[in-house]
């Protein structure tokens, strides 16, 4: 099969709000010709599938609908002057910024001057979590629950139970409730403070604090999900549905095959605050990056690259040799993760970090061989599966020659 050859400005590889942002800033500032592949038949990623209200600001009219908020995404990259292609996969480099495409039209080989990943994240499914049992239909993730009921208007069950406790965890008990289920528990392997042991006010679902989840049962159906509590009893809760929430994961095959270096905390590839990775010429946003923001970050985020990408475009100067950012048990990983050579700031002049335990008031420390940078007291808890922020303005004590800066907590 012939391979059609093309080049544009910029490409920008997923039409999720993080991708479209992109592109409408990128066409609105003159990067020239700016396309958005998307391998969906539909753009505007998650939100698509997230029927409750909350979503956008005022540039896309707020506390709208998912849905609604991914059509604005889209109309407004449109309206820009990008130009959005859907069905497309990109599933590979040839070298440099040239990627090989895949659609119903054909295959095509795409360069560009640069490239902005914007793949965003995916949940861990059962079988990544090696939950024990067999394989019986009623199993989900966040994802497939949604697009099965409000995409596809599929019966689902009568009982569930949500293993997670992130607010992706309540949304999917909302999706439940709207399809008529009972949530009987939400289960997860984190501590749960008493005053939040309910999901939100005027709901009694109980929270399972410090159980995990040993075994499903069932074969023609689930029947069962079978517990593990921290003092060793076991218990069954009896359900027809599960669904398993969070454990986000970045979608970085692609950034993987382009040899762009990926973070061991988020597993998205490494970054600056100007969003250039390790490959030149390659600039990467939202939930790719760190698994998983809202949609109002990752299309501030994409907003935000246009900027670092235009003057990539009129220089062609890309930074090498960048220190890295790590942190330390129990704090789960910081983003972005390298510093640029121009002491620049993350959006909002912060960076974000995640923790695998709560803490309670923690003293975060900033050093670099052996040198403190910076230290700041969080005034409320730190807990898993929420992000916090650590000021940014120590930045400009970096040694860019200097060895990792290192966040602990004291």
């Not at 409730?177 to 309910?198: E, H, K, S």
Request: aromatic share 4%; net charge positive.
């Amino acid at each position: 099969m012939t391979r059609r050859e093309r080049t544009v400005d910029v490409l920008i590889v997923g039409g999720g709000p993080a991708g479209l942002g992109a592109g409408a800033e990128l066409a609105a500032s003159g990067a020239g010709r700016v396309e958005i592949l998307e391998r969906e038949q539909t753009a505007g990623g998650i939100p698509r599938h997230c029927h409750h209200g909350g979503f956008g600001g005022r540039a896309i009219g707020g506390g709208t609908t998912g849905p609604a908020y991914a059509r604005g995404c889209v109309a407004a990259a449109v309206r820009a002057g990008a130009t959005l292609r859907t069905g497309v996969t990109v599933t590979g480099w040839a070298g440099g910024l040239t990627v090989d495409t895949t659609a119903p039209t054909g295959l095509e080989r795409i360069t560009a001057r640069a490239v902005v990943l914007a793949t965003g994240a995916r949940e861990r499914p059962r079988s990544a979590r090696l939950v024990p049992g067999s394989r019986p239909p009623g199993v989900y993730t966040t994802g497939e629950l949604q697009q099965a009921v409000h995409l596809y208007r599929q019966r689902i069950g009568s009982r569930a139970v949500v293993i997670g406790n992130e607010p992706v965890s309540r949304a999917a008990a909302d999706t439940l409730r709207v399809a008529g289920l009972d949530v009987v528990a939400m289960v997860t392997d984190q501590p749960v403070p008493r005053l939040t042991a309910l999901t939100r006010p005027g709901d009694r679902t109980p929270v399972l604090g410090r159980t995990t989840v040993a075994a499903l049962t069932g074969r023609e159906r689930l029947t069962g999900v079978r517990v593990r509590h921290h003092d060793g009893r076991t218990a069954t809760l009896r359900c027809d549905t599960v669904v398993f929430t969070g454990d986000w994961i970045p979608d970085h095959e692609l950034a993987r095959r382009g040899g762009v270096l990926l973070d061991r905390g988020t597993r998205g590839p490494a970054y600056d605050a100007d969003h250039r990775t390790t490959g030149t010429g390659v600039f990467a946003v939202g939930n790719l990056l760190h698994g998983v923001e809202s949609a109002g970050v990752a299309l501030a985020e994409g907003r935000a690259v246009a900027a670092p990408v235009l003057h990539h475009l009129a220089t062609g100067s890309w930074p090498i040799g960048r220190p890295a950012i790590a942190v330390e048990s129990p704090l789960r990983w910081i983003a972005p993760n390298l510093i640029g050579p121009d002491g620049g700031l993350p959006l909002g002049g912060r960076f974000t970090l995640r923790t695998d335990r709560r803490l309670l008031s923690p003293l975060l420390l900033v050093r670099q061989d052996g040198r403190e940078l910076h230290r700041q007291r969080l005034l409320l808890p730190a807990v898993p599966g929420h992000a916090f922020h650590l000021r940014a303005g120590w930045v400009d004590r970096v040694d860019p020659r200097g060895g990792t800066v290192r966040v602990t907590v004291s």
